[in-house]
């Protein structure tokens, strides 16, 4: 059984530096062709991708947020972390980690986790 | 910053048809840009539905299909039931990123 769950805080203020955590299981990030995202969604707003990690380390992250945005992994641990920095009450968001896959054929994401809403107010 | 472009919202009767198509700022949508398409309902996490253009996953109803359509991404429901009812949104994969589509809200009515 594959699950997915994002952990932090709820309540962030301006200009600090938001720190989630997304703990998963039934997968294996050192799995040639795994990867590991991370998406937000304001309130009422559609979905944004903000960051992927690759099984081998691999980083990318959206153009507009790469400067604010680091994706690292515990492979050990099965966790997956996003740090975002100096964060504004425009970052209010619905934030889901997900599970990336892709071979030669395929590429595509299945499994999400529930999401975590963060706030960012003083 | 590629900007990927849905529908906001479509009608559509019970057992009726309907195609949600998704677009890219970089030009014509591909294979190569591994259209995935997602279902969201209301205070739910997003659900997949179809990944490479046109591959379902095993819990994907039949009713939902892929496709390529005029240089974008398709998504058809074919018999529409009431709870098909949501907003679903296309991810495209182009330049080493993803990118989401602006999300379309189907209504059936």
């Known amino acids: 059984q594959i699950t997915l769950k994002e952990s932090g805080p709820t309540l962030v203020k301006p200009t600090q530096t938001l720190t989630l955590t997304c703990t998963f299981s039934g997968f294996s990030l050192s799995t040639s062709g795994v990867g590991v995202g991370w998406i937000r969604q304001p309130p009422g707003q559609a979905l944004e991708w903000l960051a992927l990690?690759?099984?081998?380390?691999?980083?990318r992250y959206t153009p507009s947020l790469k400067d604010r945005l680091t994706i690292t992994k515990d492979t050990s641990k099965n966790q997956v972390v996003l740090t975002m920095t100096n964060m504004d009450p425009v970052d209010t968001a619905t934030y889901y980690c997900?599970?990336?896959?892709?071979?030669?054929?395929?590429?595509?994401?299945?499994?999400w986790g529930q999401g975590t809403l963060v706030t960012v107010s003083s | 910053q590629t900007v990927v472009t849905q529908e906001p919202s479509l009608t559509v009767s019970p057992g009726g048809t309907v195609t949600l198509t998704c677009a890219s700022s970089t030009g014509a949508v591909t294979t190569a840009y591994s259209p995935n398409w997602f279902q969201q309902k209301p205070g739910q996490a997003p659900r997949a539905l179809i990944y490479?253009?046109?591959n379902k996953h095993s819990w994907t109803p039949a009713r939902f299909s892929g496709s390529l359509l005029g240089g974008k991404a398709a998504l058809t429901l074919s018999g529409v039931q009431p709870e098909d009812e949501a907003e679903y949104y296309c991810l495209l994969y182009h330049a080493g990123n993803y990118f989401f589509g602006t999300g379309t809200k189907v209504t059936v009515l």
């Open positions: 990690i690759y099984w081998d380390d691999d980083k």
């Open positions: 997900a599970r990336r896959l892709a071979d030669a054929y395929t590429n595509y994401v299945d499994y």
């Open positions: 490479s253009t046109s």
